[in-house]
C-alpha cells in the first residue's frame, strides 16, 4: 500500500470542488455506531461497541445531509475504527483476542502482525506461495531470534519498476531519524481476503496472471446483514513504517507500538552492501490502510502516524523531540539524505530528514482524533495507542465510476494525501506531482500490463522457475 508520485502524463483529478455522489444506503448502523460518528466531542469512555475487535468491513453512514464534510467524517470514523480493530490484542492464532481490550494490558502482539508479507507470496521462482500463518524468514535472520518477529526491509532506492516494500515511492530517498540517525524501514502486509484471491487465481506468478482473462477484482468489504451475516470483509492491504527505539538517544518508548524485529538489509551494488540481519526493538510511526468496500471499490485510504513524527504532540513530558524534525537543524526540509544511501550507515545530525507536513490536518479530523485518543487514553493513562493520530482518509466521490470511463478513480477527496513518513518527499498539492493514493494506484497493473485494481502488488510477480 503506497501512496505514490503521479508520474506526469498521466491524466489530473478534479479539484476539491467535485460533488459526491449519495453512498449506499445505511441499514445496518448500530445506535452505537451513529453515535460514534455523530459526536464531535472528546468523552471518557466510547459509547458501547465503538472499541471493538470487529474489523468494519464498510463505513456506516449517517443520517445527516450527504455533504463533502459529513461524508469524510464517516470515513474518518470507519478509519478510526478500523485502526482500533488492526492493533487489536491477537491471540496465537493471530485472530483478535475477545477478552481483551486495546491498551489495557499494555502493549503486544497485535491481529495485522499475521497477515502475510508480499515477499511471502511472490516468490523469486513464481511457485505457489506458503500457507497462511507460517512465516518464511530470509536466511540472515532465522538464527537471531524467535520465529514470528517482523522482518523489516531495507530502505535504499528501488532498482527497478516495480514499488518495493523498503523504501519510499519511486525510489525519493530513505527517511532517517533525527534521534540515532538510522533509516526508518518499512513493510506491506495483506489480509487474508487479499492472499486467498492471490492464491486461488494464480496471480503469484507471471503464467497466472497471463492466463487470467477475467477483469481483476478483489474481494469488497460488505457489512453483514441479517440476509448476509458472512458478509466478507474485503480485501486490505497495509503498509507500516517503523523506527529504531533508542531511549539513550532521547527517545520516549511509552510513545511508541514496539516490537521486537529483524532489521534485515539485502545486498546491494550501490553503495556495496552485504545483506545483513539484526534484531532491534522499533516503533511504529507510520501506517498506511488500504480496504476495499462495497462504498469505496477504488479501495478506502486511510494513513495514521506518531504523534511526534513532525512536531511534539499532546501530553508529552518535558525533553520530548519529535522523531523527524529539529528547530536546530540546517538540513532543508523535506530533502533526501545525501547519496550514496547505505541502509547500515548512522548519519550525523546535519544530515538526518527535516520533514515538515505541507499539507496540515484539518480541524475536522483534528477534533475526531482527540476523542478516539481519549478513549483510548481512558482504557489505560500509559496506553501507547493514544499517541497515534489520523491525517486523513481518501475515498472515490464517484465511486460507480468504470475502470475504462473518463474518471476510473472516482474523483478522490481530498485531492492529495500523504503520510510524513511514508511519502515524505512529495507532498503537496500539485495534480502529477504530489502524492494522491487512489489518482496513482488508479495506474498500477499486472506484469502483463492489465489494471490490477487499484494494488501494486501484482507486478512483483515472477516466472515459474525463476525470474523476471
Known sequence: MICMIILSGLACMGGGGCTPVQ?????????????TANNTSAAPTPPPGTLGPAIPHDANFSDNPQTLAAIQHDFDAF????????????????????????????????V???????????????????PWGQQQLPAQCRNLGPPGDKVLQMTQKVSDDVLDASGQPFGTGPLVDQQNGRYVRYEIRINHD??????????????????????IQFPKGTNPSSQAPDAPVGSIVIKAAWKVIDPAQGDIPGRFHKVQAYVYTRASDNPPTPPSCELKTVGLV???????????????WSTFEQVDNVQVGHDAPPGTKANFFDAASTYPVNTPPPRP???????????????????????????????????????????????????????????????????P?????????????????????????????????????????????FTYLLERAHKKGGGK
Request: glycine content about 6%; hydrophobic content about 35%.
Open 23 to 35: 453512498p449506499p444506503a445505511n441499514t445496518n448502523a448500530t445506535p452505537a455506531a451513529t453515535a
Open 341 to 407: 544511501w547505505n541502509p547500515n550507515a548512522v548519519l550525523p545530525p546535519d544530515k538526518r530528514s527535516q520533514v515538515k507536513r505541507v499539507i496540515p490536518i484539518d480541524d475536522a479530523t483534528k477534533a475526531l482524533n482527540a476523542q478516539w485518543q481519549a478513549w483510548l487514553g481512558g482504557v489505560n493513562k500509559d496506553s501507547v495507542w493514544q499517541y497515534y493520530e489520523l491525517v486523513s482518509t481518501q475515498w472515490p466521490t464517484q465511486p460507480n465510476a468504470s475502470p475504462t470511463g473518463p474518471k
Open 194 to 215: 487479499t492472499y486467498d484471491y492471490i492464491v486461488q487465481n494464480t496471480l503469484y506468478n507471471k503464467e497466472g496472471q497471463q492466463a487470467f482473462t477475467q477483469l
Open 286 to 300: 507510520g501506517f498506511h490502510i488500504a480496504h476495499k468496500t462495497a462504498s469505496a471499490p477504488q479501495w478506502v
Open 112 to 130: 495485522w502482525d499475521g497477515y502475510k508479507e508480499p515477499y511471502e507470496v511472490f516468490l523469486p521462482d513464481g511457485s505457489t506461495p506458503t
Open 79 to 110: 478509519s478510526w475504527q478500523s485502526f482500533v480493530a488492526l492493533n487489536w490484542p491477537a491471540m496465537p492464532d493471530g485472530s483478535a483476542d475477545p477478552g481483551k481490550v486495546i491498551g489495557a494490558d499494555g502493549d503486544g502482539a497485535v
Open 409 to 453: 478513480a472516482g474523483d478522490p477527496a481530498p485531492p492529495f494525501l500523504a503520510n510524513a513518513t511514508l511519502e515524505t518527499y512529495i507532498q503537496g498539492n500539485t495534480p502529477n506531482v504530489s502524492s494522491s493514493c487512489i489518482m496513482c494506484h488508479n495506474n498500477a497493473t499486472t506484469t502483463n500490463s492489465k489494471f490490477s485494481d
